[in-house]
T-cell receptor, first 113, second 113 residues
Framework: NAGVTQTPKFQVLKTGQSMTLQCAQD?????MYWYRQDPGMGLRLIYY???????DKGEVPNGYNVSRLNKREFSLRLESAAPSQTSVYFC????????????FGEGSWLTVV | GNSVTQMEGPVTLSEEAFLTINCTYT??????LFWYVQYPGEGLQLLLK?????DKGSNKGFEATYRKETTSFHLEKGSVQVSDSAVYFC????????????FGTGTRLLVSP
């Protein structure tokens, strides 16, 4: 009963380094999302994938890239990390068959120094 | 565009007090409305939802009624517990086609014994 699984849970990066956040869901959902959460700003959508094979920009896509590897997996890549990307990142998934409820992973805490 | 406005926190209450967290929305058409809860160090979990006007969502003693005339979806609980301390997010999602979830900024609730 894993739901949405993200890795890593914690990461510290130096400015300019790259990394990929991994996300997988076992609910057979079509849609997947990446959000970032910052104090006082709630959750902001970075990128989403409405269905396998498609990806689209959300509110704050700059500095990020995504890959929908297959129906289960949706990764988020920071090519050249900046301190402004210090945040908590959440992966999520949804499907019309689940009433369009969005299910979230437990979060990845990223610090860029 | 679509947006959600929540009351700013933190909301500080004593155990067994009555809770109201205000949420109003702006949207074209008739969205579905959600309350998500985030406990410390965890991801977001769906608390309750309502999909049409006058619907009441309820779960774990929490309730919220979809009020189209006032574009509101206020969260209430008759008697809070220390374990209810968390951040609560109001959100909306339009019901037509593929639509993204739009979040409010969150309201932190602190319940003391």
């Amino acid at each position: 009963n894993a739901g949405v699984t993200q890795t890593p849970k914690f990461q510290v990066l130096k400015t300019g380094q790259s990394m990929t956040l991994q996300c997988a869901q076992d609910m057979n959902h079509n849609s997947m999302y990446w959000y970032r959460q910052d104090p006082g700003m709630g959750l902001r959508l970075i990128y989403y994938s409405a269905s396998e094979g498609t990806t689209d920009k959300g509110e704050v896509p700059n500095g990020y890239n995504v890959s929908r590897l297959n129906k289960r997996e949706f990764s988020l890549r920071l090519e050249s990390a900046a301190p402004s990307q210090t945040s908590v990142y959440f992966c999520a998934s949804s499907d019309p068959d689940s009433g369009n409820t969005i299910y979230f992973g437990e979060g990845s805490w990223l610090t860029v120094v | 565009g679509n947006s959600v406005t929540q009351m700013e926190g933190p909301v500080t209450l004593s155990e067994e007090a009555f809770l109201t967290i205000n949420c109003t929305y702006t949207a074209t058409g008739y969205p579905s409305l959600f309350w998500y809860v985030q406990y410390p160090g965890e991801g977001l979990q769906l608390l309750l939802k309502a999909t049409k006007a006058d619907d009441k969502g309820s779960n774990k003693g929490f309730e919220a009624t979809y009020r189209k005339e006032t574009t509101s979806f206020h969260l209430e609980k008759g008697s809070v517990q220390v374990s209810d301390s968390a951040v609560y997010f109001c959100a909306l999602k339009k019901n037509t086609g593929f639509q993204k979830l739009v979040f409010g900024t969150g309201t932190r609730l602190l319940v003391s014994p």
